[in-house]
């Protein structure tokens, strides 16, 4: 493209409006999906509720509420050969490239026919019940045990925790995975929904869409940032040894995993509301030491820097301190951010058209070509 005085370019489409959406906003001041803000979708209402409505635009009733709990319930086996994938995979395979391909072979047994709104909202379900039944059975696996059979009765949180621990998790726990679903579920035009939106402005597959935004995730500048975040608080035995890492590694102009945002200036709304829980979990967990590590990189980042923690941050910690992995942050992520992505593909068919920007061409200038013996 030539450059004309018209030309817009942004570097990363920093502060570019790419599309219109219904689904969520995310503003300095608040952040909200379809209208409710996020302090009282994680103060009041569960993740099936918030799930359902990204999925279907408003909350539900109790008996919606109902038939939408059996839906997912009815979706959490997997697939044979998808669980014969999972132990086919090497166990040393990144979780995120794992929920990839178990994601993409889901979409070979696809039980949903024919395509329209509805059948992409009941393919969200059956993706939304499969992931986290993917990720319990890659860690029992992962552990030389059977994978767990879902229980009837247990939230969506306290299902997971079930199949990957053989047993009901505390109050506390579920309460935590629960609230974290939420926090992650949606987030407008991040970079996994907006590579969901690119693949399905081209009127690919429903699964198609999803892995491409599995993929974009995966990376820690995105989702893959809570994995990072706790590999580097991990590192640290004391809050004064994470304190001279941490003015060390500002001196040194190095990314700090789990701060910074793109949107965010004056800090996630996610992260305050989770921040509480993770330091009871600390304490529930009696290691201290390592809120004091979380604590020291954040107020250096603060001191230094004036960057505030994003959701990633807290996010880490709390899953660590529930047992978890670290290998699993990101697919736990996925396990949440399927019903955001999923609201963007719903939309994006709805009023479809091809999302192809352009490029400023900074190569060389036009020349002639030259045999290879001329070369
Ligand atoms: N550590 C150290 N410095 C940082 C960080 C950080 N995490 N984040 C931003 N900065 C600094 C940059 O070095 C830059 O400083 P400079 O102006 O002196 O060069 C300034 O802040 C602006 O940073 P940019 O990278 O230009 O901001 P951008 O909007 O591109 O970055 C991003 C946003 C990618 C999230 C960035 O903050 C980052 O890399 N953070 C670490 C990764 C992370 O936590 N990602 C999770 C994002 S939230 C999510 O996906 C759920």
């Not at 869409?209 to 599995?214: E, M, N, P, T, Y």
């Not at 980042?301 to 899953?319: F, H, Q, R, S, T």
């Not at 949440?336 to 490029?359: D, K, M």
Request: charged share 20%; glycine share 8%; proline share 6%.
């Amino acid at each position: 493209m030539s450059s004309t005085a018209e030309e817009l370019y942004r570097p990363g489409l920093e502060g570019i409006i790419a599309g219109e959406t219904s689904v969520s906003t995310v503003e300095q001041d608040d952040l909200a999906y379809r209208g409710y803000t996020i302090e009282d979708l994680s103060k009041h209402a569960s993740f099936e509720e918030v799930a359902y409505l990204l999925l279907y635009d408003d909350l539900p009733t109790q008996s919606q509420l109902d038939g939408f709990v059996a839906q997912i319930n009815a979706h959490r086996e997997l697939p044979g050969p998808v669980v014969d994938t999972l132990r086919a995979i090497p166990q040393n395979v990144n979780g995120m490239d794992m929920l990839r391909t178990a994601v993409s072979m889901l979409g070979h047994f696809d039980p949903i026919a024919g395509e329209g709104h509805d059948q992409d909202v009941e393919r969200a379900i059956h993706v939304l019940a499969a992931v986290p039944t993917m990720i319990a059975t890659r860690l029992r696996l992962g552990a030389g045990q059977d994978p767990v059979s879902p229980k009837p009765g247990l939230s969506h949180a306290g299902q997971f925790l079930y199949q990957a621990f053989g047993s009901e998790p505390t109050a506390l726990h579920e309460k935590v995975l629960d609230l974290t679903l939420t926090l992650y579920a949606e987030h407008e035009y991040n970079a996994s929904a907006f590579a969901a939106r690119v693949c399905t402005s081209t009127l690919s597959d429903f699964y198609s869409a999803i892995v491409s935004g599995i993929g974009t995730l995966k990376g820690p500048l995105h989702g893959g940032a809570n994995e990072a975040a706790m590999e580097m608080i991990s590192r640290f035995g004391s809050g004064p040894e994470a304190e001279a890492w941490a003015h060390h590694a500002i001196a040194n102009k190095e990314k700090i995993m789990g701060f910074g945002h793109r949107v965010y200036k004056n800090g996630d709304h996610r992260a305050r509301i989770l921040e509480p829980y993770t330091r009871q979990l600390g304490e529930a967990k009696g290691e201290q030491f390592r809120v004091d590590v979380y604590d020291a990189i954040k107020d250096t980042m603060w001191n230094e820097k004036k960057i505030y923690p994003n959701v990633d941050y807290p996010c880490g910690l709390a899953y660590f301190f529930m047992d978890l992995p670290i290998d699993v942050y990101t697919p736990l992520f996925v396990a949440s951010r399927v019903t955001g992505w999923a609201a963007h593909i719903i939309e994006q068919r709805s009023n479809n058209r091809l999302i192809r920007p352009r490029s400023r061409y900074v190569g060389p200038a036009i020349r002639p070509y030259k045999p290879v013996s001329e070369r």
